[in-house]
């Protein structure tokens, strides 16, 4: 029996059978890149279990009186540290559903911590400098990233099959700024899928 019920465990858990890279290109309706988006990908058989760990730092700093990074992708439950590198105080908050914290004043080179409970978006703003907006996107997939200035996002070792492909951007023309499709994650290589979105710039805004 025992030979039997190994080999089906082996078939029946298709997150085994590793696979191939994802490179995907956002671009905007003129096919200029958009940087700054975050692409994640659900396999129909479900992500792996356990911890979420990116390899960027969980920071978003108050620096020039910006935040840095404009977005962060961050796991849910995990805490992001925000430290001023500013010479003046701010005042940073959330009322996003799930998210909601605020930081009290606080000066230069005092962090602060918070933990994200909501799969989700998180808006960042400062009560004292308007012009200050970040955003935090909070994931339930390890295979998440944001693209670069060149519009890409590249995800390695994901598993073979069907799965979803979502990206978001702040500023994207979709219900929750978010755009969804299909596809099939090949058993091997790097599958180079190119997602067109609707981008509204806001008034004032830059692509950072
Ligand atoms: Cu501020």
């Not at 191939?20 to 096919?31: K, P």
């Amino acid at each position: 029996m025992r030979p039997l019920l190994l080999f089906l465990l082996v078939v029946l858990t298709p997150t085994w059978a590793w696979a191939g890279d994802l490179v995907v290109t956002v671009r905007d309706a003129a096919g200029q890149p958009v940087q700054n988006a975050v692409v994640t990908v659900y396999p129909a058989g479900g992500a792996p279990k356990g911890p979420i760990r990116f390899a960027w730092p969980l920071t978003v700093a108050q620096q020039n009186i910006q935040f840095d990074p404009f977005v962060l992708v961050a796991p849910v439950g995990a805490a992001v540290s925000f430290p001023n590198r500013d010479k003046v105080q701010h005042h940073v908050y959330s009322f996003s559903a799930g998210n909601r914290f605020e930081l009290k004043l606080f000066g230069r080179d005092e962090s602060r911590s918070v933990t994200f409970k909501a799969v989700g978006v998180a808006a960042i703003g400062c009560n004292i400098h308007d012009q200050m907006v970040g955003y935090v996107k909070v994931v339930d997939t390890p295979f998440a990233i944001k693209t670069g200035a060149d519009g890409v996002a590249t995800l390695r070792g994901l598993p073979a099959g069907q799965a979803t492909i979502r990206v978001w951007h702040p500023w994207l023309r979709a219900p929750k700024n978010e755009a969804s499709m299909a596809f099939a994650l090949p058993a091997a290589g790097v599958a180079r899928p190119a997602i067109a979105v609707e981008i509204r710039r806001p008034a004032g805004g830059h692509m950072h």
